[in-house]
């Protein structure tokens, strides 16, 4: 069966401080890999999503950017972080191809991120 | 392009009552329906899909939702509710062949013992 990790769970970084949160997905090949941030109060945003290596789509232009070194990798990344980058962020994936059930994703446990 | 609306950002329900949480979406072409679950610092959880066929449609935990074309809306609903059903509900639209999905701001379901 497939499964979906994100590390770290946690995390509390400075104002202007990197960053880099990590999705790896297991049990299935090629994938279509998305990020999305949650803040407080709010509904589901896509930042990225991805459908093969090294092919990242932007969703809204921001202080992030993302990664897809290997298949089943995708990455978070900001070289500083702002205030406002305080969130929940969730990475999903589903099946690669179109139509059908494929497009329900499946989320993983998130990272809560606090920029202090 | 689609949209979702969730008017409802929280409903106070009493133990074993039934309830009913509102999804109305707009878009110009046919469209695939979700509704996910999400526990509180966990990530989502599928509830439900519509994808075609019958309008009804029933998921997990004993929820249930319908699709209305008329209405463009997508109802999800509960007939008698448990306090570990205390989390937060998301309605999702897609189209067909584009497989991003578009999400409402939620609904806080709070159970009152």
């Known amino acids: 069966s497939q499964t979906i990790h994100q590390w770290p769970a946690t995390l509390v970084q400075p104002v202007g401080s990197p960053l880099s949160l990590e999705c790896t997905v297991e049990?299935?090949?090629?994938?279509?890999l998305y990020w999305y941030r949650q803040a407080a109060g709010r509904g589901l945003q896509l930042l990225f999503y991805?459908?093969?290596?090294?092919?990242i789509s932007s969703e809204v232009p921001q202080n992030l950017s993302a990664s897809r070194p290997q298949d089943r990798q995708f990455i978070l990344s900001s070289k500083k972080l702002l205030l406002s980058d305080s969130g929940f962020y969730l990475c999903?994936?589903?099946?690669?191809?179109?139509?059908?059930?494929?497009?329900?994703?499946?989320f993983g446990p998130g990272t809560r991120l606090t920029v202090l | 392009a689609q949209s979702v609306t969730q008017l409802d950002s929280q409903v106070p329900v009493f133990e074993e009552a039934p309830v009913e949480l509102r999804c109305n979406y707009s878009?110009?072409?046919?469209?695939?329906l979700f509704w996910y679950v999400q526990y509180p610092n966990q990530g989502l959880q599928l509830l439900l899909k519509?994808?075609?066929?019958?309008?009804l449609v029933k998921g997990i935990n004993g929820f249930e939702a319908e699709f209305n074309k008329s209405q463009t809306s997508f109802h999800l609903r509960k007939p008698s509710v448990h306090i570990s059903d205390t989390a937060e509900y998301f309605c999702?639209?897609?189209?067909?062949?584009?497989?991003?999905?578009?999400f409402g701001t939620g609904t806080r379901l709070t159970i009152i013992p």
């Open positions: 049990g299935t090949s090629n994938p279509n």
């Open positions: 999702a639209v897609s189209l067909f062949g584009n497989e991003k999905l578009t």
């Open positions: 999903a994936w589903n099946p690669g191809g179109s139509g059908g059930s494929y497009n329900e994703q499946f």
């Open positions: 878009s110009s072409v046919s469209v695939y």
């Open positions: 519509y994808l075609s066929g019958s309008t």
């Open positions: 991805s459908v093969g290596i090294g092919q």
